[in-house]
Each structure stands twice: as C-alpha cells, then as structure tokens.
C-alpha cells in the first residue's frame, strides 16, 4: 500500500454563541496568550478585539479577515469562503491555526458544512467551540430554543461568567453537559480564559525568533490586570506503544471514545496493516481524520499518541489503549478499512467526518 505525504493542515476552528456570551473575549484571550502561536482570525466585526495590537504585531494586514455585514454563513458562500481560507492559510502568514469568529446570530451548523465541504488542502476542521453567558444562561434559552442544537452539535462548550452565576454555575454546568451531543467537552470559564491547548498547540515562542508575537505586546500584563483570572485546565494523557496497534480494535477506541475527550493527536504505527507508513491522528470532537506519511530512514516505530479533554478517566483510557495492541505478525487483508475511511481522498466524504 503506498501513501504520499499528506501536506501540512492548519485547523479552523468555529469560535460561535450568542450575543454577550463571551465569544470576542475569549479571541482576545487566545490571541495574547498563544504560547508563540500564530493566530489567523476571521471576524464579523472588531469590537473589542484590540486592533492596535493586532497591528504593532503585523497580523492586521495578513492574518486577519474582518466582515462588517454580519452573519458570515449569510455573507459568503463555500467557495468565498475558500477564499479567505487560502489567504490565511498562504505560506508566508507563517499562521497556525484559524478561528472564525460567527456572528451571535450565524448558524453554527451551516460554517461547520462549509469547513467541511472545503476543497482547500491546507486547512481541516479544528472543531466547533460554543460560548455560552452561565448568568444569563435561563434567559438567553427562552429567547434563542435554538440553542438546545447548537449545544448539541459543538464539539466544546466553554460555560462563561461563572463568577455572575447563581450557586457558582453549578445548575448550568449540569445543564448545559445534559444538552451537550455524545462525546463533547464542557469546560467552566471567567473572563473566557480557557486554556489554548484545548484548541490548538501552543509552539514555544522561541521558534517564532524575528517575528513580534501577542505573546511579546502582553508580556506587560503578567503581574497586572490579567493575573489571578480563572485560567481552566485542562487532563491530558500521553501514551506510547513499542507493539503495534490493532486497527479494528482502534477505530472501536475511538468510535467509543468519552464524553469530555476533545482532542486526540499523535502517530499510530499499525504495524503489518501498513508496514510502509505510520499514520498521524487528529482527532477534534466527532471528527476524525488519519494521514499516512511514509517511515523515515532508521525512525523508531512507535506509536505516540496525546489526548486532551476535560474531566476525563486518563487511567481508564491508558487500559483501554493498551488494549488495542497486537504483536501478531500477520495482518488480515480488511483490517484497515475503517481507518482508510477517515484517510482523505480514499472513502470519506464530509458527511462521514461530522454527523450533525
């Protein structure tokens, strides 16, 4: 079975809730503390991003797209859209990862079709993050029902305001988990301080030498009026394996995989199923996708694999990884069909990467 390299993805994430949920705040939080991160932002209207910063940081000329007209799954279509995806996602912008932030009317459903119905081989889906106000939670359901479906489909809710609500959050944070869709992460928030590495991964800022990031503008800050913010943690999970894993029994892990686990991402070396390649993993929500890149000369095979997730069992899941090993030298010929599935331009299509 042979494979080429698949060129290098920047995920787009949907930044989406409604009016006064936090949306704007969190941006701002992710832009100034991305760990050396380069952020593209497409953004319906500036508000309080800080746009001065955005342009002492040279970002407001290539790593930004603004629309002022509102709703942008209204404004653009699929192919517009592409548009500014590839201008973001060029080379030269040196960008790491994309946020959309929607209007707090867009329909969350119709950007995730768009990401995923994309042509564009530079970008993939990073996930759906909605925002939600936890003091204003009662109140924003009874004007907007339809917030019941966008919970259900976002692949992380990040409960904001938690010091305005009543009893500390507790009722909404039960609430919002009960109306959250199988396998979505829900994660409490002040001042929309979550931690990056539930979105993207954070690159130490010395890789970015010559170029000025947010991280430098805000260095200020740090014993000032951002420090003793709620910051939310994140559980993570490291696993390695000398002994290849079993395809079937991975694609169960992951057909199965708990509610809370957000992210999942590493190498997965099948062994026999595909002695030629290893397969990276990236893995956000419900969706799943596997690349193939070939072994390198005299590379150690391994598989390595990072989960992420809020509240998770990380005993349990190291169990049930270790159980997806298998030494046997043999490979059935079908083994890998539900991994090819996810491998892009074989058999998947959009509608089996997201099932909304």
């Known amino acids: 079975m042979e494979h080429h390299p698949t060129p290098r993805q920047i995920p787009v994430v949907v930044l989406a809730g409604f009016l006064g ?6 941006l701002n939080h992710l832009l100034h503390r991305s760990g050396g991160s380069r952020i593209g932002a497409i953004v319906n209207d500036f508000g309080a991003i800080e746009i001065d910063a955005m342009a002492v940081a040279g970002a407001l000329g290539d790593s930004t ?6 709703c942008l799954c209204c404004a653009v279509d699929a192919s517009e859209l592409d548009v500014y995806l590839e201008r973001l996602a060029a080379p030269g912008t040196g960008v790491d990862v994309i946020v959309i932030e929607a209007s707090g009317l867009a329909e969350p459903q119709e950007l995730v079709r768009m990401l995923l119905a994309s042509g564009h081989p530079g970008i993939v889906y990073g996930g759906l993050v909605e925002v939600v106000d936890a003091a ?3 109140d924003t359901r009874a004007r907007h029902p339809e917030i019941d479906r966008h919970l259900a489909l976002a692949d992380l809710v990040v ?10 959050g507790e009722r909404v944070l039960g609430l919002v988990r009960s109306l959250g869709g199988p396998g979505s992460a829900v994660v409490p928030a002040t001042y929309g301080r979550i931690d990056p590495e539930f979105l993207f991964d954070c690159r130490p800022s010395e890789e970015r030498l010559g170029q000025l990031s947010f991280d430098d503008l805000h260095d200020h800050h740090a014993d000032g009026a951002h420090a003793g913010h709620l910051h939310t943690a994140y559980d993570s999970l490291s696993f390695a394996s000398e002994p290849p894993l079993d395809p079937r029994r991975l ?11 957000y992210r999942i991402k590493g190498y997965v070396d099948f062994g026999p199923y595909d002695s030629a390649n290893r397969y990276a993993v990236h893995a956000v929500g419900r969706f799943l996708r596997f690349y193939p890149e070939p072994w390198g000369p005299g590379e150690e095979r391994l598989t390595r694999l ?18 997806c090993t298998n030494d046997a030298p043999h490979a059935d010929e079908h083994g890998m069909w539900g991994v090819l599935r ?15």
């Open 251 to 261: 694609m169960a892990f992951l057909d199965s995989r708990p509610e809370g686990l």
């Open 306 to 323: 990072v989960l992420i997730g809020s509240g998770i069992d990380t005993a349990a899941l190291r169990k049930e990884l270790e159980a």
């Open 65 to 70: 797209v603004s629309l002022g007209n509102g």
């Open 342 to 356: 996810y491998v892009q331009g074989l058999e998947e299509g959009p509608e089996e990467d997201y099932e909304a």
């Open 159 to 168: 409960v904001n305001k938690l010091d305005r609500a009543a009893e500390g």
């Open 21 to 26: 949920s936090g949306k704007t705040t969190l």
């Open 136 to 138: 204003e939670f009662d």
